[in-house]
């Protein structure tokens, strides 16, 4: 197989073809900025609703403290927006002109990845959207209402929210990061079992890193998922190589169930047997 790069034509092609790719990115990074942009209030006011209407005394509204504060948040969501709008186009971009070099598994094998990234990563930010903020603000807010009122800036909510959404998007690809140490046995089961004497320090050091304050609801929404996604990292190393170890006695449950079946269905295989043995005397006998 020739490699298309150290040939005259199909070195111009592929030149072509990245250059194509680039103004597509380009086309829907255009896109993605002019929609936000388009639909900024609605999209506003979905960031803004795990807060509730506990921002401000005005109608739960943030409020912004420079002149150019509204306009650095707006220029802040539409560049976040165009980033979003371009991320397919640069993930699909790269997979197609990655795909002659690589073997029909191994392209699979990165499609699937790369898909399970995307998934895992959507899943950290609607787990900072739908848990970890509206629990978090909720009490934080809250507390000691009576005596002070809180008026949150919105440059300083929205840093807040990107930067949650940031890093609980990377927690969440702990699994994967897991499974392809394991996959390629650099890290095998046993060695990430005895990882877990030291997750709980390595949850806590991360709760106390990502929580901008220091009460316990926020520490514990960090902490414990990471060591919840670490059990589901150990437990896909183990679906890997069972052999390496009892992933919390599975092997064990397994085995007792499969005894307890054959027990259960026992009287239903012994029928069968007498019926099998039974039409192969009448064949026998030509009845």
Request: charged share 15%; no cysteine; glycine share 10%.
């Amino acid at each position: 197989m020739g490699v298309p790069w150290r040939q005259g034509k199909p070195a111009r092609s592929l030149k072509n073809q990245f250059w194509i790719r680039v103004f597509w990115i380009l086309v829907f990074l255009g896109m993605g900025a002019g929609y936000t942009f388009y639909f900024k209030e609605e999209i506003f006011n979905w960031l803004l609703a795990p807060a509730g209407d506990h921002l401000s005394p005005f109608d739960g509204k943030p409020v912004y403290g420079s002149p150019m504060g509204m306009m650095g948040a707006t220029i802040t969501v539409v560049a976040k927006g165009a980033i979003l709008g371009a991320l397919p186009a640069m993930v699909y971009s790269v997979l197609t002109m990655i795909r002659p070099w690589l073997p029909a598994r191994f392209w699979r094998f990165t499609v699937w990845l790369t898909l399970s990234i995307m998934f895992s990563y959507l899943l950290g930010i609607a787990f900072v959207y739908y848990v970890m903020l509206p629990v978090g603000l909720g009490f934080l807010l809250n507390f000691g209402s009576d005596i002070a009122v809180a008026l949150i800036d919105i440059g300083e909510y929205l840093k807040l929210l990107t930067a949650l959404m940031f890093a609980m998007g990377l927690v969440f690809l702990i699994p994967i990061l897991m499974f392809l140490l394991a996959k390629m046995r650099l890290v095998k089961y046993r060695h990430w079992r005895w990882g877990r004497m030291v997750v709980p320090l390595f949850a806590g050091f991360l709760g106390i890193i990502l929580t901008p304050t220091a009460d316990g609801i926020n520490f514990l929404m960090v902490s414990l998922p990471v060591m919840g996604l670490y059990e589901v990292g150990l437990f896909v190393t183990w679906v890997i190589a069972p052999d390496e170890g009892n992933y919390l006695w599975l092997r064990t449950i397994g085995r007792l169930l499969h005894k307890v079946w054959r027990v259960l269905t026992s009287p239903v295989r012994a029928f069968r047997w007498v019926q099998y043995k039974f039409r192969d005397n009448n064949k026998w006998r030509g009845v």
